[in-house]
């Protein structure tokens, strides 16, 4: 919702564009670097107390961001907010191992997924509406309703401090975990594809400028395909990991995604605006697919103490690829050539294939 304000918050803020692309930043930094010692925290606080620690945060952080009376102060909020935000998705993964059965941990990972695809479809014209009508302010002050909500949900749904799994080793733990090759796989399998559509969803906007002129407003409409693709599959995708083989999910998915990019490659000097859509609906569509099932393969066979530490590694995985591939696919596309881009995607999804295929032989 905060990319469409961008703009106006440079107007009245008298600043450059590069200045306040930080506030997209300082939020990434917090973010990332809560992820990276959520697993220590968590097993020295309970991962209900980080959770809960993490819902006031992001709750002041954001009243602080609407109230900012200049771009510095709203950068250091922006970390703030972050640093809470970390602390609940890291817990958020940590705890399902506690309210879930591990025979539906794939059904839980959906409804995840599906949230967040449903994030996504409200978000941007959420957004949109309000920096139309309102002062970009109440983009933050907006959301304050929601975080109370949680945060008092949190209160009587968490379980107890008392029943999280402390393990009395974790270094040694996730040094084990680390050995195992499934874990490892699916990690490198979620970094290169999340990374990839991280890169992808990125460059669609400059790609529908380029080939069919579409105006801003226009790219937003149809960008909504990708979520609208992500929610259709996510909700389904968890519930047959828990039945089915979820490395065949993962495998679907990922030839779902090099067709869509093949069809794009092939047909590039025609491609236009309903290709542009069907294209979004195909890699939402195979996200959304791939998210869940992935999730379970990765801690599939851990115990409950395991999952609490092992888990609070994917969003570090997924968060760190979404960054990497937004870099490197925006270097690709200096030349702005798409056919570039569209090889690279083909070559990635290719590698995902036989990583996987790899996998389900070892098994």
Known sequence: MIVVALPDMAREMHASAHSVSYVISGLLFGLVAT????????QRLGFSRLFLTGTYLATLATIACGGS???????VSRIVQG???????????ALL????????LGWAFGLLSTGAGAGMILGLPVGGLIASYFEWRWLFFG??????????????SLPPVERVLQPQNTRVMLKDILKLPNFLTGLLVLFIFQGVMGGLRFLVPFLLENQTGTTPTVSGVIFLCYPFGFLLLSGWSGRQADTYSPKR?????ACLSLSACLLYLLFIDIWGVWHFSMFLLLLGAATGLFTPSNNVAIVRGLSEAEIQVASTLIPISLNASLMFGTFSFGLIFKEHDPSLVLTTGIAAFAGVIFLINHARTQN
Do not use: D, E, Q
């Open 35 to 42: 992820l990276v010692c959520a697993s220590w925290l968590g």
């Open 83 to 93: 640093i809470g935000i970390g602390a609940i998705v890291a817990s958020s993964y």
């Open 97 to 104: 191992a506690l309210w879930v059965n591990a025979k539906r």
């Open 69 to 75: 009376p200049s771009l510095s102060v709203l950068i």
């Open 143 to 156: 959301t304050v309703p929601f975080l109370l909500a949680l945060t008092l949900f949190a209160h009587k």
């Open 249 to 253: 999910l993962m495998l679907f998915a």
